[in-house]
């Protein structure tokens, strides 16, 4: 299969996953039938008809058939997914946790599990069960220890420089993104939003990444992977969900290249050890270096170690050593006097790093 920077395949999924090339995805973002098991119409308060998922795609003879279709498609996945390459599904309560099970037993290592808590649900009409609020995505590696992307600043920064959470607040999608026919019916019952993709697809990938959905519906992360310069593949069998697909992506218009940039790890910057400041000679043999509150002094000695009374060792070591901690990082833990007052040294080893560049 030629495969381009858009590649859109009708068919399938587990044949067109046949026909992939081992290794060469990056990253695959599942939505695959939840096997809802409706036995009926649901009907709102004033008996207008609710617009829910009955289409023959998420039907299954029972939960034997639903297994083997998930083991099927999940081990074609991995075949096709890099070594440092990760997997994103979602379902609901109806089939995650079958799902999951799947995940685990065909050797995949679970990152985390995160609730996307809608806010807009659909009521429970009928009174009888809570609200169903949410659905889980699982995020997984292909085996445990393995490597992968992960643009924790990246999110960090989005959130305003708060710790990225694993519950994602989002609406369902409504309003001009929700794709509807010329009688004004959804295209499709379970269009997920573009803002999930997007946070789903900065936290894990770069620009120019290739994108896999094995169930591309009317092409959700197909539109994002476009507009945040990664590529895809999308396999879909539905020609009326394939045929929206194509007239959404093609009115995508990419992001400027340099807009793609995301705020880069320290993980991945150069190792600059302490004592090379000692050599570049921002700091000295005896300069003074102080706690965070300045209530503690240690001094420079010329191998980088620092000496506090009796106490000596790396900036981390004499830094656990004084807060009776069984670890600490060092660089942003000591400071050095400047004119304005106390700055961590983790702003010298940013200075090498910019002159290195």
Same mark, same amino acid.
């Given at each position: 299969?030629?495969?381009?920077?858009?590649?859109?395949?009708?068919?399938?999924?587990?044949?067109?996953?046949?026909?992939?090339?081992?290794?060469?995805?990056?990253?695959?973002?599942?939505?695959?039938?939840?096997?809802?098991?409706?036995?009926?119409?649901?009907?709102?308060?004033?008996?207008?008809?609710?617009?829910?998922?009955?289409?023959?795609?998420?039907?299954?003879?029972?939960?034997?058939?639903?297994?083997?279709?998930?083991?099927?498609?999940?081990?074609?996945?991995?075949?096709?997914?890099?070594?440092?390459?990760?997997?994103?599904?979602?379902?609901?309560?109806?089939?995650?946790? &079958?799902?999951? !099970? /799947? $995940?685990?037993?065909?050797?995949?290592?679970? =990152?985390?599990?995160?609730?996307?808590? #809608?806010?807009? @649900?659909?009521?429970?009409?009928?009174?009888?069960?809570?609200?169903?609020?949410?659905?889980?995505?699982?995020?997984?590696?292909?085996?445990?220890?393995?490597?992968?992307?992960?643009?924790?600043?990246?999110?960090?920064?989005?959130?305003?420089?708060?710790?990225?959470?694993?519950?994602?607040?989002?609406?369902?999608?409504?309003?001009?993104?929700?794709?509807?026919?010329?009688?004004?019916?959804?295209?499709?019952?379970?269009?997920?939003?573009?803002?999930?993709?997007?946070?789903?697809?900065?936290?894990?990938?770069?620009?120019?990444?290739?994108?896999?959905?094995?169930?591309?519906?009317?092409?959700?992360?197909?539109?994002?992977?476009?507009?945040?310069?990664?590529?895809?593949?999308?396999?879909?069998?539905?020609?009326?969900?394939?045929?929206?697909?194509? &007239?959404?992506? !093609? /009115? $995508?218009?990419?992001?400027?290249?340099?807009? =793609?940039?995301?705020?880069?790890?320290? #993980?991945?910057? @150069?190792?600059?050890?302490?004592?090379?400041?000692?050599?570049?000679?921002?700091?000295?043999?005896?300069?003074?270096?102080?706690?965070?509150?300045?209530?503690?002094?240690?001094?420079?000695?010329?191998?980088?170690?620092?000496?506090?009374?009796?106490?000596?060792?790396?900036?981390?070591?004499?830094?656990?050593?004084?807060?009776?901690?069984?670890?600490?990082?060092?660089?942003?833990?000591?400071?050095?006097?400047?004119?304005?007052?106390?700055?961590?040294?983790?702003?010298?080893?940013?200075?090498?790093?910019?002159?290195?560049?």
């Amino acid at each position: 299969m030629q495969l381009g920077p858009e590649t859109i395949v009708a068919g399938d999924c587990l044949e067109v996953l046949r026909s992939l090339p081992d290794r060469s995805v990056d990253l695959i973002f599942a939505d695959p039938p939840y096997n809802l098991q409706l036995s009926g119409d649901l009907h709102r308060p004033n008996q207008s008809r609710v617009d829910g998922v009955d289409q023959d795609w998420d039907r299954f003879a029972d939960f034997a058939s639903y297994d083997a279709f998930t083991r099927a498609w999940l081990l074609a996945a991995k075949r096709v997914l890099k070594p440092n390459g990760t997997l994103w599904v979602i379902g609901s309560y109806h089939n995650i946790f &079958r799902v999951g !099970a /799947a $995940v685990q037993d065909l050797g995949y290592w679970i =990152l985390n599990d995160v609730v996307w808590r #809608k806010a807009n @649900p659909m009521p429970n009409f009928k009174g009888t069960r809570l609200a169903n609020a949410h659905e889980t995505l699982i995020w997984a590696s292909k085996s445990r220890g393995g490597r992968y992307t992960f643009n924790y600043d990246a999110l960090k920064v989005s959130n305003d420089d708060l710790q990225m959470r694993s519950d994602w607040t989002f609406p369902l999608c409504t309003g001009e993104e929700r794709l509807k026919d010329e009688d004004g019916v959804k295209t499709h019952p379970t269009q997920k939003p573009e803002a999930l993709l997007h946070r789903l697809l900065l936290a894990s990938t770069r620009p120019g990444d290739l994108v896999l959905d094995p169930f591309f519906g009317t092409g959700t992360t197909g539109a994002v992977a476009k507009r945040l310069g990664r590529r895809f593949i999308g396999i879909e069998r539905e020609p009326a969900y394939l045929e929206a697909a194509e &007239r959404r992506i !093609a /009115a $995508v218009r990419p992001s400027p290249s340099g807009a =793609l940039a995301v705020t880069g790890s320290k #993980k991945s910057e @150069p190792r600059i050890p302490f004592g090379q400041l000692v050599e570049a000679g921002l700091l000295r043999e005896g300069d003074s270096l102080w706690c965070p509150k300045g209530q503690r002094e240690a001094q420079v000695r010329a191998d980088g170690s620092l000496v506090h009374g009796d106490k000596s060792g790396s900036i981390h070591k004499l830094g656990a050593l004084l807060e009776q901690a069984p670890a600490c990082n060092g660089w942003t833990y000591w400071r050095y006097r400047t004119d304005r007052g106390l700055a961590p040294i983790d702003d010298l080893r940013a200075r090498i790093r910019a002159q290195a560049a």
